[in-house]
């Protein structure tokens, strides 16, 4: 690995250069500028797929690779180096991101082919890409926050690409502010993590040296094993504040629905695919901290698990496509979170359905908008209705999304959400029995509102009247993503998981991992799941089949309370907003009343005084003279007095 | 004869020159309160450099005296010039710079 | 202070010359005070000057003497002089003050200055001194030694600042013209032009009748016997100096005309 990892810095170099070309080229490259960030994604997918390539054909005890590019600081015990680090786990995202990346790019290219602003909306989308490589290609916790904020910044800039609406940027300033709280998480685990070993890369936290490094982080014995319980503990849910923020996880998960104001390619690619994921990659990336913290890793289970279910639930109750889709994405990140809390064991499976899930949700936020594109941006399910006739390909490629979901075998999901759940029934005491329950049911909620999306758009009778809104299929630049991550869905799930080929892969990233069995046995998981799955898509097929009111029902309480994000936003706004504004009131009236009014009245006597004072300048010389004749004659006068007092004091 | 009543001499007609400067209006007359001023010192150098026997004195009144041609060449220009425009010698015309 | 001391008593002709000139030289000082006349003031100060230049000769600086005398009353008062002539003769100076209470402040702070000054010098102990040798007092050669010696720099930075200033006199005073140069012709054809307005010709007629007087006070006659008020002197005529024309050379007629009544030299046939 190490002759090729050269080329490294090209895959964020590409898209880097590309964002800088189109905000910096200005309006010349108005009309084609956006094939520029088309070609810097593709260059980038290219160089990753043959990196992958060369990755593969290396020997496994090799395929870690670290490359120095130069020192960043360096201030007394700190040197912090720009690094990169290619293994199994960053080359997976580097694919994700890449692959994905430029299929959303190309489906941009139709999608926002009438914005104004469409060479500006491709910046942001290549900056972002660049951003996300240097995340998951870091070599220290330090570069990966440099790629961390950029993300943040990248997501604040396409959630407000249509800043003139208010809603619009609101939802930008949101996402912005609650990423910071999760950003302050990272930083102090840095902090914590310097100053308990003295170092931020990867190299010396995670690896036992050269020996070690192929061996698999589970015998790791690296600067993170000097660390005691405590401290191990106290970086952990740092970290986990921190995924929470990026991973719009309970209780940071408030931004995520709002973020859907952002353009629909956007929401594919950041908020389903990538970014959102990156809290899940931080915490796998930081295993062996969290092996030797399980208090972190329950705290981590707990907040998996109760954002999957409380996802779940509002996703039965949104009318809005995209923002069901939202809710089924934090719903779905909790299950990787849930993987990811119960250690090794869940590791390599909150990865695959990482990747599994970024290609089936990516697919159905391109579904969701190739939807809109053909109904004027309507985004209310309610209006919808047997769209399967109108725009079959995207029918198709969102009905193999909804199969991927469901976790029907032998689509992609089922290979990795069953792993999952049935990951989170090993253990031993209460544990499996709570976590796995939630999981299974977790799984039938999902299958219910999936449907119910797919019932209210696709399939029923149509509620839209033809004059006024001309439902379409889209172009083929809007289509083909779509039916390559159809593809994908249907696919990808069930070729990485034979013979274990994804875990193996992964190994030398994450370690080995021996097979627990489930409290249950597996068969009896699996056709529980599966029987859950299907229970839960024909209660929702049978409720929404027939006809949808336009207008929402009163519904029960749950609905209510799930149709306002269970609150999320009262809550918020409750216990932090309103204190918030009361604290700044009063210091805003303090600083008017106090200060403010101070300096003013100091303002005006000094103006007075100067006034005042400025009376002795009469102009007239002889009086200047008259002054200067005074001191003199003080000083001559001062003279005397000492003279003649000094030698009599002094005696 | 004291010969400190030179000093005594110098130090009165120093103070009769700055108190002209102060009360006359007549900038040509003020200028004559500055010599009268800068002669006084003179008279005290001489009458030092007469007490400790040493010449520096003199010549130090010497560098005055050359000194106060200079200026009083350029400050009769300036009095020319002020009169040239303003059609005044006073030097209480000459207030523009009050606040 | 004591009396003793080597070089600190002076012989009785010095002290009485001192004793002469001190009280005139005050008094001449508060001249500058008091006189009205910036002329007057002049005069007062050279007096001053001249009896500090005695006082220089008489303390064993005779070359400093002649310096001042050379320099101060030579040069400066005279520059003093004609810049009095240039700006002010016809403006005479009020004393009435202007700035309130400036006089009293004035008074008050010459007051408290002599008396601060003569404070210091009669609380001074002077330490005892060598006065100056016969050789040192005699020539200028001691004083050139130094001059040149010790001060030479000096010198020669005060001969930089007397161009400088001379320089910088030339500058103060130069006026850039504004209008056409007055040429002769100018001169002549302005004349030519003013004579429908009452102009002359001519030059102003000089002032005097020679019969009686010759002075420059007193106005000429013209043809017809009248005094010709402006054959005298504009500065004259500002200051209220001009006399009269002798008044048996003028007499008013019955009708109000004049006439010149002849006695002795004929004015009007001199005309």
Redesign the interface.
Known sequence: MNDVIGYAPWLVGFPLVGAAVLLLGGRALDKWGHWIGVLASSASALLGGWLLFRMIGADPAERVADQRLWTWMSAGGLDVDLGLRLDPLSMTFVMLVTFVGTLIHFYSVEYMAHDPHRRRFFAYLNLFIAAMLVLVLADSYLVLFVGWEGVGLASYLLIGFWDHKRPNAVAAKKAFVMNRVGDMGLIVAMALLFAHTGALDFGTLFDAGDAGAGEGLAEATGAVSTLDQGTATAVGLALLLAACGKSAQFPLQAWLGDAMAGPTPVSALIHAATMVTAGVYLLVRSGPILDAAPTAQLVIVIVGTVTLIFGAIIGCAKDDIKKALAASTMSQIGYMMLAAGLGPVGYAFAIFHLLTHGFFKAGLFLGAGSVMHGMKDEVNMRGFGALRRVMPLTAWSMFFGWLAILGIPPFSGFWSKDKIIEAAFTGEGWQPWVFGGAALIGAGITAFYMTRLMTMTFWGRPRWTEPEYHPHESPALMVWPQVILAVGSIALGGVLAFGDVFTTWLEPSVGHVEHHEPVLSVPVLMGATIAVVVVGALVGYLMYRRDVPAEAPRGSVLTRAARRDLFQDTVNEGLVMKPGQGVTAVLVTADTGVVARGWGVLAVGLAGLGAWLRRAQTGYVRAYAASMAAGVLIIGAVIVLVATLGPTAGA | MDITNYVVLACILFAIGATTVLLRRNAIVVFMGVELMLNATNLVFVTFARIHGDLTGQVLAFFVMVVAAAEVVVGLAIIVTIFRTRRSASVDDVNLLHG | ?T?DMA????SGG??FL??VL?PL??LA??G??FVRR?VH??LC?VF??VS?AI??IA???P??GV??VV??TG??MM??LF??M???VD?S??LT???RG??W???L??????V????????AA??P?????ED?VANPV??AR??FG??VL?MET?GV??V???M??LM??H?RRLEPKRTQRYVAEQRVKALPEGGTLTPLPAPGVYAQTNAMDVPALGPDGRPLEHSVSRVLRIRGQEKAAPASLVETGPAGEVSTVRTGTDGGEDA
């Open positions: 202070m009396p070089g600190m008593t002076t010095e002290a001192f004793w001190a030289m005050v000082a508060l500058l005070l910036a003031a002049a100060i001053v000057m500090l006082m220089y303390s064993s600086a070359f400093l310096v001042q320099v101060y040069a400066v520059l003093f810049v009095l240039l700006v002010g403006a100076d009020s003050e202007t700035i400036q006089r402040i004035g008074l702070l010459g007051l408290g200055l002599a601060v000054l003569i404070g210091v010098v009669s609380q002077f330490r001194g060598t006065p100056l040798t040192q001691g004083l130094v001059l010790d001060y000096a005060v600042l007397l400088t200033a001379a910088g006199a103060l005073t006026r």
